[in-house]
């Protein structure tokens, strides 16, 4: 592998991994929970009203209402890292700063 892709897929997967939480946030899955008038927040009242007004188990509402809350983990870092250096990678390759 060439020292710029190494760099460009390292750079990727860090930055995935540092702006996740972010995005989280941003949309309104907070560590102190769903916030009021978010995306978060109408995302769990549709999930609600199709479930019959729960959110269910292992939904993707409350996948991210637990990352949120307790933040990723090891197994999700992992895998939002590879999804970042997949994207950086792509995006280098499309851009042609590397073959």
């Known amino acids: 592998m060439e020292l710029l892709t190494f760099f460009v897929v390292a750079a990727g ?14 949309a309104g899955f907070t560590a102190a929970g769903i916030a009021a008038n ?12 199709a479930s019959g007004g729960g959110v ?8 991210l209402e637990l990352a949120g809350v307790a ?18 990678w792509l995006t280098a390759t499309a851009a042609g700063l590397i073959s």
Do not use: E, H, R
């Not at 997967?13 to 941003?26: H, K």
């Not at 995302?43 to 009203?49: G, L, N």
């Not at 269910?56 to 996948?63: C, F, K, P, R, Y």
């Open 71 to 88: 933040g990723l983990s090891g197994s999700a870092t992992a895998v939002v890292a590879g999804v970042g250096g997949a994207v950086g």
């Open 13 to 26: 997967a860090g930055g995935a991994v540092v702006l996740a939480p972010i995005a989280l946030g941003a």
């Open 38 to 49: 978010s995306v978060a927040a109408g995302m769990m009242a549709s999930a609600a009203t």
């Open 56 to 63: 269910l188990a292992g939904s993707t509402v409350a996948v």
